[in-house]
């Protein structure tokens, strides 16, 4: 199970917080928050840091989100990348479609 926390920032940024998975499971739980987070706010920061499976699926609700975000003129940023997002998002060789840094933990 998926669980959300918000916030807002202080240049007025929703900051919507996923922790769990993300996969088709959940997707449409997903898919309702975020399409809501969306239409609450101008600009949505996600953090995915807390994110330890992605799925098509949940890469899938990525995109929609970024080009709902294009469609109505909001902003989308990424701020928080798990491993797990930075996966897949190299995998589908698509950091440049979301424009967000990726920071990678010197861990890693």
């Known amino acids: 199970m998926t669980e959300f926390a918000t916030q807002t920032t202080t240049d007025g940024a929703l900051h919507l917080i996923l922790d769990g998975p993300m996969?088709?499971?959940?997707a449409?739980?997903?898919?309702?928050?975020?399409?809501?987070?969306?239409?609450?706010?101008?600009?949505?920061e996600l953090d995915l840091?807390?994110?330890?499976?992605?799925?098509?699926?949940?890469?899938?609700?990525?995109?929609?989100?970024?080009?709902?975000?294009?469609r109505e003129g909001k902003t989308l940023r990424i701020v928080a990348h798990s491993p797990a997002v930075r996966d897949v998002i190299d995998f589908y060789n698509m950091d440049a479609f979301f424009g967000d840094p990726m920071i990678i933990p010197a861990e890693h």
């Not at 996969?23 to 959940?26: D, L, W």
């Not at 449409?28 to 949505?44: C, F, G, M, P, V």
């Open 28 to 44: 449409s739980e997903i898919k309702a928050q975020l399409l809501n987070a969306l239409k609450s706010a101008s600009i949505l």
């Open 23 to 26: 996969t088709i499971y959940n």
């Open 49 to 70: 840091s807390h994110v330890g499976e992605m799925d098509t699926a949940g890469f899938q609700l990525l995109v929609l989100a970024k080009q709902e975000s294009l």
